[in-house]
């Protein structure tokens, strides 16, 4: 079938929207999705500029929202005419995806980059004949179709707005990195750097939590405001503040937990720094392959510090997402806040504004 979908020619060229040849024929726990809106993530930005290896030119988007128009062979988890969130991708088949934990699924890493289906296959786009780079995430959203797996779909139920639940990605994994991975307890205070779409919702979840210090680094004026406005109880500068010294001040002897939601190499020791003894930072923010960091062992060792890695905020979507939704109709997760929809047209404008911090979290949506 022909879809439309936007291109990523090659290393940082801007996308460009086109028609492409589609493979729809599904294979063993393939389900076609019809698109009806993908949000922009860091990620996307990090694939197109090559940061992290994919294949281009190649489609990109992995937050997309749709409808299920048909199922392959062995598909249990959904059928023709529900409405989906798309999301992390899994094998549904290893030791880790048995063992309940999905996020750490031994396939991940190809199921997500290496733009081949699940079957281990080339990927399903073409032009002209040739190839074209797909599936990122089991998804590859910026087009009007795509072919996800059962394993990457969460059904919802049809009263939502899929113009408007995008919470495959960012979202669920700055709410499920603090809810879910670090798990704050009574009193216990948390500093999240970078207030994009995974930091504002690592706000809200530190909110609904009940953290008594909901601290927030960053340098973006307009974004500390939104952070304030869902939750966030002081925002830093960290070009201005001593940030270890004013967590200090403000939490009384370090905070519980820091997380890191931005790729910005250089945190990591301010995020170490600001905990108090035995404090666990959180690390989501990927600065891309093959970056090392450093810090000193000493600083973790006396204090009893964890460096925890957190990915996908270790939920299993399809339980995680309505218990969100849930939160969200409830009032106490207002995501909205930090959504602003763009015509899929608008796509590079969509990306520029999620880069320079204008949105925080862009949404195309699909024609028709
Ligand atoms: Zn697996
Ligand atoms: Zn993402």
Redesign the pocket.
């Known amino acids: 079938m022909q879809v439309q979908a936007a291109v990523a020619e090659s290393k940082g060229a801007p996308l460009v929207v086109q028609d492409l040849e589609l493979d729809d024929e599904l294979r063993e726990r393939e389900v076609l999705v019809r698109v009806v809106a993908c949000a922009v993530c860091r990620a996307d930005i990090l694939a197109r500029d090559q940061a992290i290896p994919f294949p281009l030119p190649g489609v990109l988007g992995h937050e997309g929202t749709g409808v299920v128009e048909r199922v392959g062979p062995r598909v249990a988890a959904v059928r023709a005419g529900d409405h989906v969130i798309m999301s992390f991708p899994?094998?549904?088949?290893?030791r880790?995806?048995l063992r309940g934990r999905?996020r750490w699924?031994?396939?991940?890493g190809r199921l997500m980059w290496s733009g081949r289906r699940l079957d281990g296959s080339g990927s399903a786009l073409r032009r002209d004949g040739t190839e074209v780079g797909g599936h990122l995430f089991q998804q590859s959203a910026f087009a009007s179709h795509v072919i996800a797996t059962e394993m990457n779909v969460v059904a919802v139920p049809e009263r939502l707005p899929l113009d408007r639940f995008v919470l495959g990605c960012g979202i669920m994994t700055g709410a499920g990195g603090v809810l879910n991975a670090l798990r704050p307890g009574p009193g216990d205070s948390i500093v999240v750097f970078g207030a994009g779409g995974v930091g504002t919702s690592a706000v809200m979840a530190a909110k609904l939590a009940n953290c008594p210090h909901v601290l927030v680094v960053e340098p973006h004026p307009g974004r500390c405001e939104t952070a304030r406005s869902l939750g966030a109880t002081h925002t830093l500068d960290p070009r201005n503040d001593d940030v270890p010294e004013r967590v200090r001040q403000i939490t009384g002897h370090g905070a519980e937990f820091s997380l890191i939601c931005t790729s910005d190499r250089a945190v990591l020791r301010q995020a170490l720094a600001v905990l108090g003894d035995g404090g666990t930072c959180g690390v989501i923010g990927d600065p891309g392959a093959d970056v090392d960091v450093s810090f000193e062992i000493a600083s973790i060792i006396g204090s009893g510090k964890t460096i925890h890695g957190i990915n996908g905020g270790e939920v299993v979507a399809q339980t995680f997402l309505p218990w969100l939704i849930e939160a969200h109709e409830r009032g106490v997760f207002p995501f909205e806040k930090i959504i602003a929809r763009y015509d899929f047209s608008d796509i590079n404008t969509a990306l520029r504004d999620s880069d320079t911090g204008t949105t925080i979290k862009p949404v195309l949506i699909m024609p028709g």
């Open positions: 899994s094998d549904g088949t290893c880790n995806c999905p699924c031994e396939s991940g």
